[in-house]
C-alpha cells in the first residue's frame, strides 16, 4: 500500500484560493495568508498555463472534472512538479467552487526527452532498447 500525502485547495470560480491545507502551504513555501492572496493562475508555470485554463474552462461550462499533471512554482522561484485531481463542488446555496487534491510526482517522469537519452546512454551503442510504454501513463507511479 502507498502511503502519500495529498494537498488540498479550494478556489471561487475566478481560480482565486479560498481555502488551502497546511501541505499544501509546506509544499509551496507558502503561508496560509500568502496563498488566500493568490490565484491558480499566480502559481502555475507559465508554460503549464494553457492547457490548464483550457481544462478549467471545460469543468466551468461542462462540470467535467480533471486530472492534469503540472508545474507549480513556489514561493522562493523553483518548481514542483504535482498531480492534481481537480472538480467543482456547490454548496447548499447553490454557489460553485473549484475543489483540488494535488501530490507531488517526481520530476524526471515529465521530462520524455531527458528520459529517452538516459535510457539510450544506459543502453550503450551495442544493446537495442525494448519497446517503451505507450504515452505518459507508460511512467506513472502507482
Not at 100 to 105: D, E, G, L
Not at 122 to 136: Q, T, V
Request: glycine share 8%; net charge neutral.
Amino acid at each position: 500500500m502507498i502511503h502519500q500525502r495529498f494537498g488540498q485547495t479550494t478556489t471561487d470560480e475566478s481560480g482565486r484560493f479560498t481555502r488551502v491545507d497546511r501541505f499544501t502551504c509546506e509544499l509551496l513555501g507558502y503561508d496560509a495568508c500568502e496563498l488566500l492572496g493568490r490565484s491558480i493562475q499566480d502559481i502555475t508555470h507559465p508554460e503549464d498555463w494553457p492547457s490548464n485554463l483550457a481544462l478549467l474552462e471545460r469543468l466551468r461550462t461542462h462540470e467535467e472534472p480533471f486530472t492534469i499533471t503540472k508545474r507549480y512554482l513556489r514561493r522562493d522561484g523553483s518548481v514542483v512538479w504535482v498531480q492534481a485531481y481537480v472538480t467543482k463542488l456547490r454548496d447548499a446555496e447553490g454557489r460553485s467552487s473549484i475543489c483540488a487534491m494535488i501530490r507531488p510526482v517526481l520530476p524526471q517522469m515529465w521530462e520524455p526527452e531527458r528520459e529517452e537519452k538516459t535510457a539510450a546512454e544506459r543502453a550503450g551503442p551495442s544493446r537495442l532498447a525494448g519497446p517503451r510504454p505507450n504515452g505518459w501513463m507508460g511512467r506513472v507511479l502507482h
